[in-house]
Each structure stands twice: as C-alpha cells, then as structure tokens.
C-alpha cells in the first residue's frame, strides 16, 4: 500500500508495573459469561486486580449480576478498571496461547497485550 499512514507507534504505551498473567481460556469464557448480562445502557465489566486473583464483576438491574474469582499472577497496585467485555473477549480469542500477559497502567488509560507480531490497546470505559 502506498501512502502516508499516521505513526500509531506513539500511541502504545512500553512496558507497565502492573503486569497481570492469566490463564487466557478461563478469562475469555469468564467474560463471555459476564457479557451475557450486557445492555446498551449497562456495558461495562469491572475487572479487580489483586496480587493472586482477578475479580471479573458484571451488575446489571433486571437481569442479574455476576461475580467471579480466578487465579492469576498479578505485579503492581491493587486496582479496579472498567472495560467492555467484548473488546477483551475479541483480542483473548485470536490468541492460541494458555496465559496471557496484560499490561495494566492505571483505571483510566489503556491495557495492552503483547505477543511478537501481536500488540492489542484496549480502552478502559468508566463503570
């Protein structure tokens, strides 16, 4: 292709303290279970990060509300950041690999996830 193209590069944060380590087939189907409970006007996922655990945390009135733990490797601050589910679930599924690393650098700027070849912004929401 040809043509001028914007330097995206400056956009994508380097490495972060906070690093979360997961298993990625049991992130992916925790938060498909918690996009269930998605509607227009209650998107948003709240994801707890704590040194051993991952809190995944859905509420939406009239339909019900989800809370599940799972295990994980977490490196940094305790923290909690909003995200919609289907942007997660969109970069953890083109993935093969059993963990996955995200890069965490505070409730309100972006996560990233890295592989070679493979670099995925996600955009925290407000929740």
Avoid: H, W
């Avoid at 509420?59 to 923290?79: F, V």
């Amino acid at each position: 292709m040809e043509g001028e193209f914007p330097n995206y590069s400056q956009y994508i944060p380097g490495a972060g303290k906070n690093k979360l380590k997961v298993n990625r087939r049991d992130l992916l189907f925790s938060l498909r279970r918690a996009g269930i409970l998605s509607t227009s006007d209650y998107l948003g996922v709240k994801l707890s990060l704590n040194k051993n655990s991952i809190v995944i945390y859905k509420n939406t009135p009239q339909l019900g509300e989800i809370k599940e733990e799972l295990d994980c490797t977490y490196s940094g601050a305790n923290m909690d950041i909003g995200f919609n589910p289907n942007y997660l679930i969109d970069a953890l599924k083109n993935l093969e690999d059993e963990e996955v690393c995200i890069d965490f650098f505070g409730p309100e700027k972006p996560a990233v996830v890295r592989k070679e070849n493979y670099i995925y912004l996600i955009l925290p929401i407000k929740i």
